[in-house]
Each structure stands twice: as structure tokens, then as C-alpha cells.
């Protein structure tokens, strides 16, 4: 009999960081996780970006909650001896002169704190990049390498017994009369006081959690080859642009309702292709 503190089931981002957490912590994890390639945490770009949207707008506690995620990826870098985060600004692109105008008149009353650097209303020269009515500078942004970081967390878990490779089976779970301990057993073998699901949009096929009114969508990203953009920055218009080191980005990303498409499709591909294209003079393939 396995005998632990909390079982966790998804090894995303959530779930990896809130293992190892609990586990730094002292607390005793088990995490189950089937390892699909396609999960939404294996394929993000990891962008970190406190003003987003078509609104602009800051995100939720982003001056409490960045220099934390910051510090704790370092604090991992240095535990795994590999680089996971890189600080780096963003250029939001201005796509028209009435938006321009509208994020200045927005600014008079300071609705970002010190997110914003700059705020330009002409072309800031960038190599390969269209920006005729400018745009802001974004600071304190950055993007994560997501998918080097759960292999990291994943090696380690699988070395240690708390990382098993294995589809959790709902079905399987039983909870004990309350106030008994331990509160759940799984598959007669695994006891647990708590369980916490960090399944992503597999909450629809959850018995505890399916009743919740979750719609999940779809994304798909396109990674290219651009040699006349620069590495130094995320570029922000209609997509994102982040670089991935040897003249390679990831652009992203569509947003696709129910039903689902297997793979990347023509059509995700075409879009993406399209609005890196109003991006970027430079070619890509």
C-alpha cells in the first residue's frame, strides 16, 4: 500500500509546480499522468504577459503574482541546473491609428502601474517588423520554456516513485465514511488524504467536477523559421511571437470551439501563417 499526503492527477504546469511544491514543503505526493503530447502545457509558449487582450487589460495581481512565478522559476533553475524563464519586454503593435489613439487617452490615468514602459505613436524601427502606428513596450513580461520544465519535474518525480506514467481511472476512487482516515483509497493500493485535479480540460469527464459549467477550446500554434526578426522581444498583434532561439518562433494561437480537430489542421496553420504576415515583412517558412 502507497500511503500519501496528497494525490494529484495531471502533470501539466499546474500540477507539476503544485507537486513540487508540496513536496518542498514536506508533504508526501503522488502524481498520476498519462503524458499526452498534445496537452495544452506541452505545446504553450509559456508567455508571461501582465497587459493582454483587446481590452489592454492588466492582468489579475499581475504586481504580486509575476515577481513570484519569477522567483520561484529561478529558484527551480538553480535546483535543475537548467534555464527555464527568460525575462524579455514585449512590443504590443498597434494595428490601426484609432487604437493608438485610444490606448493613449487610456494612459492619462496610469491603468497599468509601471507595465508599461513606453507607449510610441510612430514605426520603432524593429528589424522585419510592421508597426506603421507603433505600439507599447511591455516590461516585466517574459516567456517560460513549458515543456523543457515538466521534463525537468518529470525526470526527477520518476526517479523518485512520485511521478507514475498512468491514466488515473476515476471509476477507481473510493472516499471513506467522513472523518475517517485516510479519506480516499485508489485502485485498493494508494491512500490519500487529499485529491487534487489539475486534469485541464479533461474537468469534463471528471464525476466530481463534470456538473461545472467548463466549455473547453482548442489551440494550435505554428512554429517557423524567420531569421529577419530579432530574438530580443515578444511581438503582440492578433498573435503572439515568441522566440525560441536559433532564428526559430512560436506563433500563437487559434481559438477553436467544440467539435475538435485530431492534430494540427490547414486551417489553424493558414491563420497563423496570416497574421504573422501582418506582423512581420521578413519571410518564414
Same mark, same amino acid.
Given at each position: ?8 492527477? @495531471?502533470?501539466?504546469?499546474?500540477g ?15 502524481? %498520476? ?15 508571461? +504577459? ?6 489592454? !487589460? ?9 515577481? %513570484?512565478?519569477?522567483? %520561484? ?11 527555464? %524563464?527568460?525575462a ?10 484609432e ?5 493613449i ?46 521534463? !525537468?519535474?518529470?525526470?526527477?518525480g ?12 476515476? /471509476? ?32 469534463? +469527464? +471528471? ?22 526578426l ?5 511581438? +503582440? ?15 500563437? /494561437? ?13 486551417? @489553424? ?17
Open positions: 500500500m502507497t500511503d500519501c499526503d496528497f494525490l494529484v492527477v @495531471g502533470h501539466g504546469l499546474a507539476a509546480t503544485l507537486a513540487d511544491e508540496l513536496h518542498r514543503r514536506g508533504h508526501r505526493v503522488l502524481v %498520476y499522468d498519462a503524458g499526452r503530447p498534445d496537452s495544452a502545457s506541452r505545446v504553450a509558449a509559456g508567455l508571461v +504577459n501582465p497587459v493582454a487582450g483587446r481590452r489592454f !487589460a492588466l492582468a489579475w495581481r499581475a504586481d504580486e503574482l509575476i515577481p %513570484y512565478a519569477t522567483a %520561484y522559476y529561478r529558484a527551480l533553475e538553480a535546483r535543475l541546473g537548467q534555464a527555464f %524563464y527568460t524579455a519586454p514585449i512590443f504590443k503593435v498597434f494595428g490601426s491609428e487604437e493608438q489613439v485610444a490606448l487617452a487610456r494612459s492619462a490615468k496610469q491603468p497599468w502601474g509601471d507595465f508599461v514602459a513606453e507607449i510610441l505613436t510612430h514605426d520603432p524601427g524593429l528589424p522585419g517588423v510592421l508597426a506603421p502606428h507603433g505600439g507599447a513596450w511591455l516590461r516585466h513580461g517574459g516567456y517560460l520554456a513549458v515543456a523543457e520544465l515538466l521534463a !525537468a519535474l518529470a525526470t526527477e520518476e526517479a523518485a516513485g512520485w511521478l507514475r506514467r498512468e491514466t488515473f481511472d476515476w /471509476a477507481r476512487l473510493v472516499s471513506a465514511p467522513a472523518g475517517a482516515a485516510p479519506a480516499f483509497i485508489y485502485n485498493g493500493t494508494v491512500t490519500a488524504r487529499y485529491v487534487v485535479c489539475c486534469e485541464g480540460a479533461e474537468a469534463v +469527464n +471528471n464525476p466530481y467536477f463534470n456538473w461545472l459549467p467548463i466549455t473547453p477550446n482548442q489551440g494550435e500554434v505554428l512554429d517557423v523559421e524567420c531569421t529577419g530579432g530574438p530580443e522581444q515578444v511581438l +503582440n498583434r492578433g498573435a503572439y511571437v515568441v522566440p525560441l532561439g536559433a532564428g526559430r518562433f512560436r506563433v500563437g /494561437a487559434t481559438y477553436r470551439w467544440p467539435p475538435f480537430a485530431e492534430g494540427p489542421t490547414a486551417d @489553424g496553420r493558414a491563420e497563423l501563417a496570416t497574421r504573422l504576415g501582418a506582423l512581420t515583412s521578413a519571410p518564414f517558412a
